[in-house]
């Protein structure tokens, strides 16, 4: 069965940083892809960063240069970097895997992160 554990997640000043985590299980197939997305309540669910089961990666305009995903495979994690924390960053972020040979998706719970001074 699929799993997906995010964590990292936590209070932060703005301006601050962190690192999420996504360790992945039970995942099948030659191709998959990764992705961080955010959701704050009423507000749909919105990608923030991806990375193709080629490497290439993908960020919202918001966020380019602030943050980065990156996969250690040996550890079948996903990673999400995020500096620069802004209060708008505020949310639970979610890790969001896709086998692309049947185009399944799957999720983890989330991972709350509050911008607060």
């Not at 995010?6 to 940083?17: A, D, K, R």
């Not at 995903?69 to 550890?75: D, F, Q, T, V, W």
Request: aromatic fraction near 8%.
């Amino acid at each position: 069965q699929v799993q997906l554990v995010e964590s990292g997640g936590g209070l932060v000043q703005p301006g601050g940083s962190l690192t999420l985590s996504c360790a992945a299980s039970g995942l099948i197939g030659s191709r998959v892809a990764m992705g961080w997305h955010r959701q704050v309540a009423g507000v749909e669910r919105e990608v923030v960063a991806s990375i193709s089961s080629g490497g290439n990666e993908f960020y919202v305009d918001r966020v380019k240069g602030r943050f980065t995903i990156y996969s250690n495979n040996a550890k079948n994690t996903v990673y999400l970097q995020i500096n620069r924390l802004k209060h708008g960053g505020t949310g639970v972020y979610y890790c969001r895997a896709t086998e692309l040979d049947d185009r399944e998706d799957y999720w983890g719970q989330g991972t709350q992160v509050n911008v607060s001074s």
